[in-house]
């Protein structure tokens, strides 16, 4: 399996400043096709999973442009340019380059 | 939009059959997605478990393969989890979700999730 690995665990953040968290994979995510199957998930206190960013730096319909996606190979970076009060929850980096999917541990962003 | 909603017993005991049913509204479960689930103990991550199209074609994490069985229902338009042979560890929110192609397969949909403990 694809060990997904997070840093930091957990993230407290003034609002209005920014954020980032990484996230390694413990083998390259570049598929067979070229495409890197890289995602990025927001999970909200009570809440399920949302999708926020694929194949690396790709928004999904509806995510806020001040969440952007970057990275190669087996590095990537989730970055919030801005973190508002609705940005507090635990954030996964997922794979899908390769079964079984897996995702990273989370990381917590809070608010200082 | 499509929408996904989980539905089944939410308590099982050690060494049952854990079952579980999505239903999809909204969109066609014939679509050229994969329909997944997921799983999340108590206060920790998430665990795919497996996936399924809608030609009934599936993959499994191996971790669970032999316990885990997935069917759809096109009729119905849902999809099912069976999980044999419980133990507390199987204790967790269970989610289902799209597998969509189209966002890199991204899982871009989410049921509420529903919580199944596992206890005699």
């Known amino acids: 399996d694809i060990v997904m690995t997070q840093t930091p665990l957990s993230s407290p953040v003034t609002l209005g400043q920014p954020a980032s968290i990484s996230c390694r994979s413990s083998q390259s995510l570049v598929h067979s096709d070229g495409n890197t199957y890289l995602s990025w998930l927001q999970q909200r206190p009570g809440q399920p999973p949302r999708l926020l960013i694929y194949?690396?730096?790709n928004r999904f319909s509806g995510v806020p442009d001040r969440f952007s996606g970057s990275g190669a190979g087996t590095d990537f970076t989730l970055k919030i340019s801005r973190v508002e009060a609705e940005d507090v929850g635990v954030y996964y980096c997922?794979?899908?380059?390769?079964?079984?999917?897996?995702f990273g541990g989370g990381t917590k962003v809070e608010i200082k | 939009q499509v929408q996904l909603q989980e539905s089944g017993p939410g308590l099982v005991k050690p060494s049952g059959t854990l079952s579980l049913t999505c239903a999809v509204s909204?969109?066609?479960?014939?679509?050229?997605?994969?329909w997944s689930w997921v799983r999340q103990p108590p206060g920790k991550g998430l665990e795919w478990i497996g996936e399924i199209y809608h030609s009934g074609s599936t993959n499994y994490n191996p971790s669970l393969k032999s316990r885990v069985t997935i069917s759809v229902d096109k009729s119905k338009n849902q999809f099912s989890l069976k999980l044999s042979s419980v133990t507390a560890a199987d204790t967790a929110v269970y989610y289902c979700?799209?597998?969509?192609?189209?966002?890199?397969?991204?899982?871009?949909?989410w049921g509420q999730g529903t919580l199944v403990t596992v206890s005699s």
């Open positions: 194949k690396i730096s």
């Open positions: 997922m794979q899908a380059t390769q079964f079984p999917l897996t």
């Open positions: 909204g969109g066609s479960i014939s679509s050229s997605n994969w």
């Open positions: 979700a799209i597998c969509r192609a189209a966002a890199g397969r991204g899982l871009g949909r």
